[in-house]
């Protein structure tokens, strides 16, 4: 996992992942058929662990804001971790595909995708609980969200701090639409009993 997400999919060699396993290449395609096979899985584990702070933050935050806020400040503090390298590899691992590897950009499009899809959703939420205005566009304010990450994404990759990345958040945060508060109600005379 970590040499694609170091290297991307094409760069990585099969001397790079055979060595980073600790496996031959005749192992490494019994195990897993193909390079292309290895990389899916890689990606699968990849969303499961490291990348997998997003989904949670969708399914356990009680609001949109809270759930959207809180995936860009895990994903400030996640991108630039040392212990990996930087980026999102969701994002990095196909930045340099030729077209011979169109069909592994597009696999990454479609998870890409799904986690916009997802965004979407919680905000969606939000929209029909009454936190954001009803005229809000759920799937351009997803758009955008998923925009100011794949950003923070490269500036990661390009040596950004947590704490540089935390200030993008706080400014995109400002983006976000508030529903506006329902005027109060009226109040008819007092009937006397």
């Not at 804001?65 to 991108?79: G, H, P, V």
């Not at 954001?132 to 566009?137: C, K």
């Not at 958040?169 to 109060?184: G, H, I, L």
Request: hydrophobic share 40%; aromatic share 6%.
């Amino acid at each position: 996992m970590h040499v694609f997400w170091e290297h991307g999919y094409e760069a990585a060699s099969i001397s790079d992942l055979t060595a980073a396993m600790g496996i031959t290449p005749p192992s490494l395609y019994t195990a897993f058929g193909d390079k292309e096979h290895l990389f899916l899985e890689a990606i699968e584990r990849y969303g499961k662990g490291p990348g997998g702070f997003g989904q949670r933050a969708l399914d356990e935050e009680p609001t949109a804001r809270r759930a959207i806020q809180r995936l860009l400040n895990e994903a400030a503090d996640e991108l630039t971790q040392d212990c990996h390298p930087l980026g999102c590899m969701m994002v990095m691992a196909a930045t340099n595909c030729s077209v011979a590897a169109e069909h592994i950009q597009t696999a990454l499009a479609k998870r890409r995708a799904l986690g916009v899809a997802n965004m979407q959703a919680r905000i969606q939420r939000g929209i029909d609980e009454g936190e954001l205005p009803r005229s809000t566009d759920a799937g351009a304010l997803a758009n955008f969200y998923a925009t100011v990450y794949q950003g923070m994404s490269m500036q990661a990759k390009d040596g950004a701090t947590r704490a540089s990345l935390l200030l993008s958040v706080e400014m995109a945060m400002r983006s976000w639409p508030v529903a506006s508060p329902e005027p109060a109600r009226k109040r008819g005379p007092r009937l006397h009993a």
